[in-house]
């Protein structure tokens, strides 16, 4: 069942801007689906244009992580996941506020039984992920066939932060912010099921640098913690917008021998899933965050 969220909404007039924002969102949610993603194609290359220094990042990203290609082949990249984050917009729209029914035509949905065999275990899940333009949209998705919690950074607008969860009880049973760690462990020992993505960079002491194509990552251990403390098993949850226009989710075996007595060990095999699954669709991962910003040397890729 879906979560239900309490809290009246924020009126005060230093919200409204948000507001507006949000009901222009909602009102984009409801063009028809080819629209949107040609419209999403057109914003991508705006933002590609106005957005600098993330432009700069992920080019940055790109040069670490695919040495092996060219400058045009890191350029057309580079565009195709500007194009990639201009039509996640409407995805996210859609999955908040809309309907996905012109996504579900031609979605490939794979690896359910692995997730059936931790619940026939009396296990909780942890479905690890990774920022891709995709998540939200194929989040919603999944969760019509795994009634499936999530952990989430807040917004800090109160009226955005309002009209996501609003959007996310619709089909949510449960979100948990990066602190309710908790609640987010009561949730997986008592057989739940939750979404996580651990491979943003922590600015809080509990990290380890692992190798993320390649280059050492500062990264969470905290999908380590948390199957560790609810005994949870943990599968690799893999998404991606096809070149036909449908969409993928594909749910890998669980990780075996998951968790172990080392947490480095563990970061580096959840980090590994996620590279494995951004070198299949490279242009819907997230690359416009900085992701090497800091070095084990105390630099950064960025400088």
Known sequence: ???????????????WPVWFGIATLTALARLPWPIQRRLGRWLGAVLRLLMRERRRVAMRNLELCFPELD???RTLLLREHFAALGICLFEFARAWW????????????????HIEAAYAAGRGVILVSGHFTTLEACARMLCEHVPLAGMYRPYAQAAMEWAVLRGRSRYTAG???KRDVRGAVKHLRRGGALWYAPDQEPKQDDHVYVPFFGQPARSFTSTHQLARMSGAAVLLFQHMRREDGGYTLRIHPQLEGFPSRDAHADTVRVMAGIEAAARTAPAQYLWIHARFKRRPDGGSAYA
């Open 71 to 73: 400058a045009d082949a």
């Open 1 to 15: 069942m879906p979560f239900v969220l309490e809290a009246p909404p924020p009126r005060s007039p230093r919200h």
């Open 98 to 113: 809309g309907s996905v029914e012109p996504l579900r035509r031609g979605l490939v949905l794979e690896g359910l039984e």
């Open 175 to 177: 979100m948990f912010t």
